[in-house]
């Protein structure tokens, strides 16, 4: 009785400790108490006249099973102790280290000591100083959801002011030093020689020693919106560059001046006194960033300002009673704001990088020298000297919880091991066990059957097994050689052991549109080795999401989820479209069958340049064009491009040929609220063609949505047009701001040629527009460039650079930051209404376009067309028109409502009915049908 109960208590430890092994189901267990009670009693074998000879043997195996079991139990319970324990660790870790950063980022609790102190009646200086590239800008000007210092101290300044009992006046004003010259930010660049003079600024001193800029705007701020406004205006007026170390950085250095005055205020130290914000220009070794041509001229620069600002400081430090003010501009401008009676407050920006170690040595050598001049108060020193303890706690915190966090992880290996040793030998016993029931059974029933034939029964092992006890093809899979297979089993083919393996499907979405849907796969021993497993009762793979622990990295895209219901026919064609367009690229590009995270990236870049939906003005079915076929093509529009010519240039307005009746029916009935018009420049100088034949790659049109339902469309690339077309989805028909650009030899830049802004009706002639601006800054009409050296052009534009309004800056708040830091992409504005680029993204109504060539990704070159070829395509623009129609992004669609859907649909079938009824054709039946096909 005691044997079987101890049986009985080993099958269910068994089944509570193997629970998880799909094979040891809690059928099994059943099966397996089911025989136990079926063996024969104690009383029953006593008068049985069969002994089982093995049976007592069988005792001793059974106590030894439960030993062993025992063992395997406690084994469990101390790994998932031991999870816990590292699961709560890393909890503890990650919450330092939040705290610890939560304390770094009260940067500008370091600030608010020193704006108290502009109140009181202090010049203030802050600076911020630092390597390229290493954050000075982020930090000053932050980002919406996370302001910088800039922000935090204008808003810290109007808040001091309200509580004051006294009443300021506050003026901002922001000016750069570049290249050694000061520019004022707030004032509108000279584009034409008709505009206004810009005037020249210069240094005065005043006789009580105070500095004065002449000519400098200073604008009177009553809160502390107007002066973000400023601030935001100026910005856009900084000199910034794409160079090696940042993709945005900043050529100049920017100050921005708030000047306060308060009269009968005997408490203030002067009656005027001023606060300077400065994003100093960043430090660069030249050789390392491979700086040349202008570049490296601004670096020079920057780098020359920088140690006349060290040789000040220094002087200071060391109370040399002449300090060399004189040496550049930047110090000739701060000279009352460093030094005695004022404040100066320095962030250091270092880069964590090893190879970056040169210049963060020298930077905090910098900083050092800086601190030993700084006039903090004893108040802010406390809080610096508690704070710097707390950081040092807390450093000392997480590095004793990750000591423990491995201690843990080896005891948890170590467990494996043991587990699996255990495992093994349990499963062996198991088989054993099997065996003995087996035998029992066969017995147990021969007995019977002799019983009634009255036979003697001879205790021999029958081959016939019930089927629970056949191996199963996950006991199969899971032992493989190893599974010690009972005799009757080795007649079967043992099958394959298969490794399992986790999927994830990865779906990235870009514009609301699910463009790739590819398939990750990781096998499970790396997903054992990266991720936390938890074991559940049916022996799945639970991954516990502690991203500490996990090699795996997950990508997200940041973009609103799309209800597939939400979609019509049309986006799902669309959808699919791409899809597949995607599969035929990543064929192409990476014969393995997943497509990676790069992939993915590379491939929504091409998609934008190479416009799926769209070739030149028609839009064709992502049909694959071979790629010698695609050249052909490129050479040949080229060619014809470059052979017009054209002797008059001018813009027009033109109402797009085509049916004017169905067109107007159908504005009649809503599905358009009125004719699409286009407006298109139609003719300009040849000079443009040259550098497009050479540049070209790609042939595409992009539509843009704005938030007031219009759809802009723009061409570029290989159709060397540039048009703007109000497509009939709004009644109103803005004005339209045209900008035409010119790209840089090294692909660096791209420059502004011309801006203008162009009423609807109007007709304007170019080449009195058209402007640019040589390298001395001179500025050039196109007559001018076409009687001097027009081949001089893309030199001058290369010189020119740093005067474009058109930054990468811009493409920012455009693409994901990932696309931007990994790719050299470079980014056009084109700004509609004569807004500022800014407000163009805030509005939602943007492009950011650019080809890839080679590899390489470039800035687009957007050029006017001659008449001859836009007029040659014009016919074919309206019937394009109906056809677009039929791809509208889904976040258009959601930006619109059902209503728009509805009204879309009602267009887009209209267009069809047209279509089929012949009223409409499209020009491109092959091209067509094919892709209705697909
Ligand atoms: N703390 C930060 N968090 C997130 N991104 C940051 C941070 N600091 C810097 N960056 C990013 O690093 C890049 C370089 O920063 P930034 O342009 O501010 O450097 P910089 O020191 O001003 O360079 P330069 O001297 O060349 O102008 C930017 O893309 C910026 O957004």
Redesign the pocket.
């Known amino acids: 009785m005691e044997s079987r109960k101890s049986v009985q208590n080993l099958a269910q430890s068994i089944h509570s400790l193997l629970g998880l092994k799909t094979h040891l189901t809690s059928g099994w267990a059943d099966s397996v108490c089911n025989i136990i009670k079926k063996l024969p009693s104690e009383d029953s074998r006593d008068g049985s006249q069969i002994k089982c000879q093995n049976y007592n043997s069988e005792n001793s195996n059974e106590n030894k099973d439960v030993d062993n079991g025992a063992a395997v139990s406690k084994l469990y319970d101390d790994l998932a102790a031991l999870t816990a324990n590292l699961s709560e660790l890393n909890l503890k870790k990650r919450q330092a280290l939040n705290d610890f950063l939560d304390l770094k980022d009260e940067v500008f609790s370091e600030v608010a000591p020193v704006i108290k102190s502009v109140m009181d009646g202090f010049n203030v200086c802050i600076f911020?100083y630092?390597?390229?590239?290493?954050?000075?800008?982020?930090?000053m000007?932050g980002k919406p959801d996370c302001p910088g210092i800039v922000p935090h101290a204008i808003k810290e300044l109007f808040n001091e002011a309200g509580e004051s009992n006294h009443s300021f006046l506050f003026t901002y004003s922001m000016l750069e030093i570049y290249m050694g010259n000061l520019r004022d930010l707030l004032v509108p660049r000279m584009k034409k020689p008709t505009d206004r003079i810009t005037k020249c600024l210069s240094i005065i001193t005043d006789p009580k020693g105070g500095i004065e800029i002449d000519n400098l705007v200073a604008i009177r701020v009553n809160d502390v919106n107007q002066a973000m406004e400023l601030y935001r205006l100026g910005s856009q007026f900084r000199s910034?560059a794409s160079?090696n170390?940042?993709?945005?950085?900043?050529r100049s250095h920017c100050l921005i001046r708030i000047s306060l005055t308060s009269f009968n205020a005997p408490s203030r130290r002067k009656e005027t006194n001023k606060m300077w914000m400065i994003?100093l220009?960043?430090s660069?070794r030249l050789l390392k960033t491979k700086a040349w041509g202008r570049r490296l001229e601004e670096g020079k620069a920057i780098n020359l300002s920088l140690s006349a600002l060290g040789d000040v400081i220094s002087a200071l430090q060391k109370g040399k009673p002449h300090v060399p003010y004189r040496n550049s501009k930047l110090t000739q401008v701060l000279r009352d704001s460093l030094g005695e009676d004022s404040k100066t407050l320095m962030l250091v920006?270092i880069s964590p990088k090893e190879e970056d170690l040169c210049e963060s040595i020298c930077s905090l050598g910098f900083a050092t020298r800086v601190r030993s001049i700084h006039l903090g108060n004893e108040e802010s020193e406390e809080v610096q000297a508690k704070k710097e303890v707390a950081m040092v706690k807390l450093l000392q915190k997480m590095k004793e919880l990750e000591s423990e966090c491995h201690d843990v992880r080896r005891d948890i290996k170590k467990l494996h091991e043991k587990l699996d040793h255990c495992t093994r030998d349990v499963s062996s016993h198991d088989n054993h066990l099997e065996a003995f029931y087996l035998s029992k059974e066969v017995l147990h029933s021969k007995i019977e059957k002799e019983k009634h034939s009255g036979a003697d029964v001879k205790a021999t092992p029958s081959l016939e097994l019930p089927s629970f006890m056949k191996p199963t093809i996950c006991s199969t899979r899971r032992y493989g050689k190893d599974h010690q297979a009972p005799e009757y089993s080795k007649k079967r083919i043992p099958l394959p052991s298969r490794r399992r393996r986790c999927t994830k499907n990865l779906t990235v979405f870009r514009n609301g549109i699910s463009e790739y849907g590819s398939e990750c796969t990781t096998s499970r021993t790396s997903c054992l080795v990266s991720l936390n497993m938890k074991h559940s009762t049916d022996y799945g793979i639970e991954c516990s999401q502690d991203s500490s622990e996990c090699d795996i990295k997950a990508v997200v895209f940041p973009e609103q989820e799309i209800s597939p219901k939400s979609l019509g026919y049309q986006e799902a064609h669309l959808i699919y479209s791409i899809n597949e367009y995607a599969n035929r690229k990543a064929s192409k590009i990476n014969s393995s069958k997943c497509l990676t995270v790069d992939n993915c990236l590379h491939l929504q870049k091409h998609e934008l340049n190479t416009g799926i939906a769209t070739h030149r003005t028609k839009w064709v079915p992502p049909i694959p064009v071979s790629e010698k076929m695609y050249k052909h093509n490129v050479k040949s529009v080229s060619n014809k491009l470059q052979s017009e010519k054209v002797h008059a240039h001018k813009m027009t307005y033109k109402n797009v040929p085509g049916d004017q009746d169905s067109v107007n029916n159908l504005a009649a009935i809503g599905a358009i609220s009125q004719p699409p018009v286009e407006v298109v420049v139609v003719e300009t100088p040849t000079f443009f063609d040259a550098p497009v034949a050479e540049e070209s790659g790609y042939n595409s049109i992009s539509h843009f949505h704005t938030t007031d339902n219009r759809v802009m469309e723009e061409a570029w690339g290989l159709s060397n047009s540039f048009m703007i077309r109000n497509s009939g989805c709004c009644a109103a028909s803005p004005p339209v701001q045209y900008n035409c650009f010119n790209q840089d030899n090294d692909y660096s830049g791209v420059t502004e040629m011309s801006s203008k802004q162009i009423d609807m009706g109007e007709v304007h002639n170019l080449p009195e527009d058209l402007m640019c601006q040589d390298s001395k800054g001179n500025l050039l009409s196109s007559s001018d460039m076409e009687t001097n050296n027009i081949l001089n052009l893309k030199e001058q534009s290369h010189e020119s650079e740093s005067q474009g309004l058109l930054t990468e800056r811009s493409f920012?708040s455009l693409v994901d930051?990932t696309v931007?830091?990994n790719q050299k992409v470079q980014t056009v504005v084109f700004t509609p209404n004569g807004k500022n680029s800014d407000e163009y993204c805030e509005a939602g109504c943007f492009s950011a376009y650019y080809q890839h060539t080679e590899g390489v990704m470039r800035p687009c070159l957007n050029t006017m067309r001659s008449e001859k070829s836009l007029l040659a395509e014009l016919n074919d623009a309206y019937q394009e028109d109906l056809t677009t129609s039929l791809i509208r992004s889904p976040e258009r669609i959601h930006q619109t409502g059902m209503s728009d859907l509805l009204g879309h649909k009602i267009q887009s079938l209209i267009a069809s009915a047209l279509l089929g009824l012949g009223v409409q054709s499209l020009g491109l039946e092959h091209d067509f049908f094919y892709g209705l096909m697909l």
């Open positions: 911020a630092g390597q390229t590239g290493t954050g000075k800008t982020f930090t000007e910034t160079t170390s940042n993709i945005n950085s900043s994003d220009g960043g660069e920006h920012k930051p931007m830091i």
